[in-house]
């Protein structure tokens, strides 16, 4: 399990990296799916940390793998 520190430094990361990618506009599906398996290992390093949050983290992590899921389907690994 990922320490706080890495937990943080992976939610910095996705911010920096959606932000870069946000000043582009709307992507289309290819491109959606690069940034989605850009992001997801740091999402999956964070869960923790979100869980962590009182009250809501644990229903917003179960929400996030949930989203997670649906990505996975719509961009499937391809290999």
């Known amino acids: ?13 996705i911010e ?27 999402v999956e390093k964070a869960l923790g940390l979100i869980e962590l949050i009182p009250v809501y983290g644990t229903k917003i992590a179960v929400a996030t ?3 997670m899921k649906v990505a996975d389907l719509a961009c499937p690994a391809q290999g």
């Open 1 to 13: 399990m990922p320490t706080e520190q890495e937990a943080l430094e992976a939610l910095s990361q």
């Open 16 to 42: 920096r990296t959606l932000q870069v990618e946000t000043v582009r506009g709307m992507p289309d599906r290819a491109e959606l799916c690069q940034q989605y398996k850009k992001v997801k290992p740091l």
């Open 65 to 67: 793998r949930f989203l």
